[in-house]
């Protein structure tokens, strides 16, 4: 995560297939200490994380481990396909985003995408009314800027 937040020092770990139904078995310090096993393989010294999160999708019952994939010959057309707008219409969600697909953090990079041509289209929309588009767009920024976040919140429950 260091390429996204710097410093953060963020270790982003997924799971699948059988993996993922056997760990979710596990008690949360049982997942850590099989998760600490693997990474001190390549550093000893790795201290235990401050803090974490782990989630049980699989067991989750408005999720049941579901999430999108494309079939075989899908593109990345395939996707734009998904997220096009259909007039004032805007479409985001990890199925409309081809980088990370499945993921929770695509859900979260397809809002913002989502946020931001609302925005534009905002933008537009006070240049053809002659209206100042700056001041309109920096309030609209303040409110739209955390839909990625409501969609995510939706699609992540």
Known sequence: MD?????????LITETGDEAIE??????EERLA????????TWPDAPDPNAYKFTSWGGDENAY????ALGVGSTDQTYAAFAKAHGSLF?????????YSGTAHAA??????????VLG???AMCQVKGLEASG???VLARGLLALPLVLFAVIGM
């Open 121 to 123: 289209d905002c933008e």
């Open 108 to 117: 979260y990079l397809s809002g913002a995408n989502a946020a931001h041509r």
């Open 91 to 99: 479409f985001a969600g990890e199925h409309t985003f081809h980088l």
């Open 3 to 11: 390429k996204y937040v710097p410093g953060s020092r963020i270790w």
């Open 23 to 28: 760990s979710e078995k596990l008690t949360d």
């Open 136 to 138: 309109t767009k920096n």
């Open 34 to 41: 099989n998760i600490m096993v693997s990474i001190r393989r």
């Open 65 to 68: 481990g579901a999430y999108s």
